[in-house]
């Protein structure tokens, strides 16, 4: 076993580089991966979606009503855990034609001694009729301040495009209420 | 033999390198460190049984007996994370280490340092993962992990301390395992025997290639994934977060877009130790050499681009779930090529049966039950019902049991007689085989029928008329565990001492790593062999 027989010593730089750039790039893309999703699901609605505020959308305003149609919109709302408040939908489900402007309210009351910040998550079902919802007021866009006992009225805008599909007769839009987190 | 070129003095290259405990803190020597790997992955094996055996035993019967539901949680999680990243991972690594630089006729790994930190790694990690269950003893902290394997938020943002230990711990596993990536690449690519064309790379090492890539493509992401649970949970961020405008469904894309390649990574390994061992066994070449390394390839992209299937009742649209469905089953096609290679190996051979060649056997049947299996659950109609139920428990059991550990077993026999110069006890050898299929089938057979009947995973307590069932498994259980004392009875009777292995082992071996002395000396192919076009 002479020196010589040794075989040329080979350079892994180049390639351990690549591979760790590689790493890195997956690393990188898992963080992409946040605006990437939160912009697919809102472009087509998955995961029940709504667009954040309707009234920054293009193609408003809305279309023609179709009186031709109608729809059945219910609502439903849950308090997910540590806000002690209460809250309910005025009205639990309307009726209404595609391209309606309708406003519906919501019955918030806080139960607690202490004053609370709480924001509104929404949500519609089916999914696909996610992109046909749109809110051009909401109580869900801004974080709601309630006092120690008080109770209110919070009012939801909406027109649901009368270019909605035309296999979907009724949908759902939920609200989950939040704990507001603390600002970081 | 033909070695008589080579030294075969095992003891040649002893002199240079330090002795006692310093060997094994500094040695850069891929076999020293593939032993270090197996026999850490050995103990981590006990391990987590040892946690997944308390767990039958409170399922034995209907009701809460030995442990608080909370303790429950925390045994399944960490039993998952140790199986699959201390046992399995670190065999398969083990394995890499001491086969590779022997197929491929390389002295060593090609970034030798590298290998002895990588390994290094993996203890402190472990001790991270399961220390808060000591910590928990004193009063610090509520326990280790308890949301299961897999981390979902927002349960994972409003754990205990053990999230966090449990974080840094999948940090440095990470770390640990891209770093042997990386070496197992340089090495496969570079440091290749003269004429061994990448198609003439052994299967075993093509499996590894195809895993390693797999590696450094989707441990950065779940590291991604933690790591803004972890600034959820500390830094007031808001990924996972709903109330501030984040999705909880986004953590299980980023899990399961690691998740899925991760069944791969643990299995390919195995599928490319298989052909060697029913080739050896049948005294035929394998078949279809081409045609698997393409398997390998095809299930390695496709298993890149199908994670959505472990969560097709999180609310997907439709048109996704049939794409995720399509997708899934047409894994199958891959995946069913390289069974038929198997199979075909096999056909008309001159078959023995010795432990290794079983354990193939075993291997084949059951992790076939466990694709046939997922062929079930990947139907979208059919998992709504099956999903979070014990039926999937049973079905990846038989992919990682049977398909992984029975696999690992078959390569330690295989292997064990080359790697220590002593055959082991082929009685002892055929007895834990045939213990282990049987109580194995005894433990998880039953969970098809319970998760069929609708009983769900990760719950301590379950309804009555899934009693008996429940007491089979967990009888069985009992069994396939301390069978496995039997394996480490066996291998530790092999280290040492017993009959003297030839060089070649087996009859029907064909390979560099069988034409070197068994054991092989410390330092081989210092010269490199040269691949004859034609061979």
Redesign the interface.
């Given at each position: 076993?002479n020196e010589a027989?040794?075989?040329p010593p080979?350079?892994?730089g180049r390639?351990?580089v690549r591979?760790?750039l590689?790493?890195?790039?997956?690393?990188?893309?898992?963080?992409a991966?946040?605006p990437l999703?939160?912009t697919f699901?809102e472009a087509?609605?998955?995961?029940?979606k709504t667009l954040r505020d309707a009234t920054q959308a293009k193609d408003l305003p809305p279309s023609a009503v179709d009186y031709s149609r109608k729809l059945d919109v219910q609502f439903t709302s849950t308090l997910?855990p540590g806000l002690p408040w209460e809250i309910r939908p005025l009205e639990p489900a309307i009726e209404l034609h595609p391209g309606e402007l309708r406003t519906t309210r919501f019955l918030v009351r806080n139960l607690s001694d202490q004053t609370i910040v709480g924001?509104a998550?929404p949500s519609v079902?089916p999914?696909?009729a996610a992109r046909s919802f749109q809110k051009l007021d909401c109580f869900c866009f801004t974080q709601q301040t309630l006092a120690p006992g008080e109770s209110r009225e919070m009012a939801l805008t909406f027109v649901v495009d009368s270019g909605i599909n035309k296999d979907i007769s009724e949908l759902t839009l939920a609200y989950?209420f939040?704990?507001?987190?603390?600002?970081? | 033999m033909n070695t008589a070129t080579h030294?075969l003095d095992p003891h040649a290259g002893h002199a240079h390198h330090p002795a006692g405990l310093m060997r094994w803190l500094t040695t850069t020597n891929h076999k020293d460190i593939g032993t270090m790997y197996l026999t850490f992955s050995l103990l981590m094996f006990f391990v987590g049984g040892a946690m997944i055996l308390a767990v039958r035993a409170e399922l034995f019967q209907p009701g809460l007996q030995l442990m608080k539901p909370e303790f429950f949680n925390q045994l399944i999680g960490v039993h998952a994370l140790v199986m699959i990243f201390a046992a399995l991972m670190p065999a398969a690594t083990g394995f890499a280490n001491w086969m590779i630089p022997l197929m491929i006729g390389a002295?060593d790994m090609?970034?030798p340092r590298l290998n002895n930190w990588g390994f290094w790694l993996l203890p402190p990690a472990a001790l991270l993962l399961t220390m808060p269950f000591i910590l928990a003893l004193f009063g610090i902290g509520d326990g280790a992990v308890a949301t299961g394997w897999t981390l979902y938020a927002p349960l994972s943002v409003q754990g205990g301390i053990g999230v966090d230990f449990a974080i840094f711990s999948i940090h440095i596993l990470g770390i640990s395992s891209?770093m042997g990536?990386?070496n197992i690449?340089?090495t496969l690519?570079?440091?290749r025997a003269p004429g061994m064309t990448l198609m003439k790379m052994p299967l075993f090492c093509w499996g590894w290639l195809v895993t390693a890539v797999l590696l450094?493509?989707?441990?950065?992401?779940?590291?991604?994934?933690v790591t803004?649970l972890l600034t959820d949970r500390h830094?007031?961020?808001?990924?996972f977060?709903?109330?501030?405008g984040g999705?909880p469904?986004?953590f299980q894309?980023?899990f399961w877009?690691f998740g899925h390649p991760e069944v791969y990574i643990l299995l390919l390994p195995v599928w490319g130790l298989m052909p060697h061992v029913l080739s050896t066994f049948t005294r035929k070449p394998i078949y279809g050499h081409t045609a698997q390394v393409y398997g390998f390839i095809a299930i390695g992209v496709l298993g890149l681009i199908v994670w959505a299937h472990h969560f097709m009742t999180a609310?997907?649209?439709v048109p996704?779930l049939l794409y995720f469905m399509y997708s899934t089953m047409a894994i199958s096609l891959p995946l069913a090529v390289l069974f038929f290679c198997w199979i075909a190996t096999m056909w008309r051979g001159a078959m023995s049966f010795e432990t290794p060649m079983l354990f193939a056997i075993g291997f084949i049947v059951l992790f076939g039950i466990a694709g046939l299996t997922g062929l079930v659950l990947a139907d979208v109609a059919a998992d709504a019902q099956y999903h979070h139920s014990y039926f999937v428990v049973a079905h990846f059991h038989y992919a990682l049991f049977a398909g992984g550990i029975m696999g690992v077993m078959t390569g330690v026999y295989y292997w064990l007689p080359k790697w220590t110069g002593h055959m082991y006890s082929e009685k002892l050898g055929k007895l834990h085989f045939w213990l282990t299929v049987i109580s194995f089938n005894f433990t998880f057979m039953p969970q098809f029928f319970l998760g069929l009947a609708g009983m769900p995973r990760r719950i301590p307590d379950y309804a009555l008329q899934f009693t008996e069932f429940n007491a089979i498994s967990t009888v069985g259980a009992f069994v396939l565990g301390l069978s496995q004392l039997l394996f480490a009875w066996n291998i530790w009777r092999c280290v040492r001492g017993g009959a003297k292995a030839t060089d070649e082992v087996w009859e029907g071996t064909s390979g560099l790593e069988w034409e070197l002395s068994s054991p092989p000396p410390y330092h081989s192919w210092?010269?490199?062999p040269v691949i004859k076009s034609g061979t």
């Amino acid at each position: 076993m002479n020196e010589a027989a040794l075989p040329p010593p080979r350079k892994h730089g180049r390639l351990v580089v690549r591979l760790l750039l590689l790493a890195v790039a997956f690393f990188a893309f898992g963080f992409a991966l946040v605006p990437l999703y939160d912009t697919f699901c809102e472009a087509v609605g998955f995961n029940g979606k709504t667009l954040r505020d309707a009234t920054q959308a293009k193609d408003l305003p809305p279309s023609a009503v179709d009186y031709s149609r109608k729809l059945d919109v219910q609502f439903t709302s849950t308090l997910m855990p540590g806000l002690p408040w209460e809250i309910r939908p005025l009205e639990p489900a309307i009726e209404l034609h595609p391209g309606e402007l309708r406003t519906t309210r919501f019955l918030v009351r806080n139960l607690s001694d202490q004053t609370i910040v709480g924001q509104a998550v929404p949500s519609v079902s089916p999914t696909v009729a996610a992109r046909s919802f749109q809110k051009l007021d909401c109580f869900c866009f801004t974080q709601q301040t309630l006092a120690p006992g008080e109770s209110r009225e919070m009012a939801l805008t909406f027109v649901v495009d009368s270019g909605i599909n035309k296999d979907i007769s009724e949908l759902t839009l939920a609200y989950a209420f939040f704990p507001a987190p603390p600002k970081p | 033999m033909n070695t008589a070129t080579h030294t075969l003095d095992p003891h040649a290259g002893h002199a240079h390198h330090p002795a006692g405990l310093m060997r094994w803190l500094t040695t850069t020597n891929h076999k020293d460190i593939g032993t270090m790997y197996l026999t850490f992955s050995l103990l981590m094996f006990f391990v987590g049984g040892a946690m997944i055996l308390a767990v039958r035993a409170e399922l034995f019967q209907p009701g809460l007996q030995l442990m608080k539901p909370e303790f429950f949680n925390q045994l399944i999680g960490v039993h998952a994370l140790v199986m699959i990243f201390a046992a399995l991972m670190p065999a398969a690594t083990g394995f890499a280490n001491w086969m590779i630089p022997l197929m491929i006729g390389a002295p060593d790994m090609a970034l030798p340092r590298l290998n002895n930190w990588g390994f290094w790694l993996l203890p402190p990690a472990a001790l991270l993962l399961t220390m808060p269950f000591i910590l928990a003893l004193f009063g610090i902290g509520d326990g280790a992990v308890a949301t299961g394997w897999t981390l979902y938020a927002p349960l994972s943002v409003q754990g205990g301390i053990g999230v966090d230990f449990a974080i840094f711990s999948i940090h440095i596993l990470g770390i640990s395992s891209i770093m042997g990536s990386i070496n197992i690449i340089a090495t496969l690519l570079n440091m290749r025997a003269p004429g061994m064309t990448l198609m003439k790379m052994p299967l075993f090492c093509w499996g590894w290639l195809v895993t390693a890539v797999l590696l450094i493509i989707t441990l950065p992401v779940l590291a991604g994934g933690v790591t803004m649970l972890l600034t959820d949970r500390h830094f007031g961020t808001h990924f996972f977060n709903a109330a501030g405008g984040g999705d909880p469904i986004l953590f299980q894309h980023l899990f399961w877009f690691f998740g899925h390649p991760e069944v791969y990574i643990l299995l390919l390994p195995v599928w490319g130790l298989m052909p060697h061992v029913l080739s050896t066994f049948t005294r035929k070449p394998i078949y279809g050499h081409t045609a698997q390394v393409y398997g390998f390839i095809a299930i390695g992209v496709l298993g890149l681009i199908v994670w959505a299937h472990h969560f097709m009742t999180a609310g997907l649209p439709v048109p996704a779930l049939l794409y995720f469905m399509y997708s899934t089953m047409a894994i199958s096609l891959p995946l069913a090529v390289l069974f038929f290679c198997w199979i075909a190996t096999m056909w008309r051979g001159a078959m023995s049966f010795e432990t290794p060649m079983l354990f193939a056997i075993g291997f084949i049947v059951l992790f076939g039950i466990a694709g046939l299996t997922g062929l079930v659950l990947a139907d979208v109609a059919a998992d709504a019902q099956y999903h979070h139920s014990y039926f999937v428990v049973a079905h990846f059991h038989y992919a990682l049991f049977a398909g992984g550990i029975m696999g690992v077993m078959t390569g330690v026999y295989y292997w064990l007689p080359k790697w220590t110069g002593h055959m082991y006890s082929e009685k002892l050898g055929k007895l834990h085989f045939w213990l282990t299929v049987i109580s194995f089938n005894f433990t998880f057979m039953p969970q098809f029928f319970l998760g069929l009947a609708g009983m769900p995973r990760r719950i301590p307590d379950y309804a009555l008329q899934f009693t008996e069932f429940n007491a089979i498994s967990t009888v069985g259980a009992f069994v396939l565990g301390l069978s496995q004392l039997l394996f480490a009875w066996n291998i530790w009777r092999c280290v040492r001492g017993g009959a003297k292995a030839t060089d070649e082992v087996w009859e029907g071996t064909s390979g560099l790593e069988w034409e070197l002395s068994s054991p092989p000396p410390y330092h081989s192919w210092d010269t490199q062999p040269v691949i004859k076009s034609g061979t």
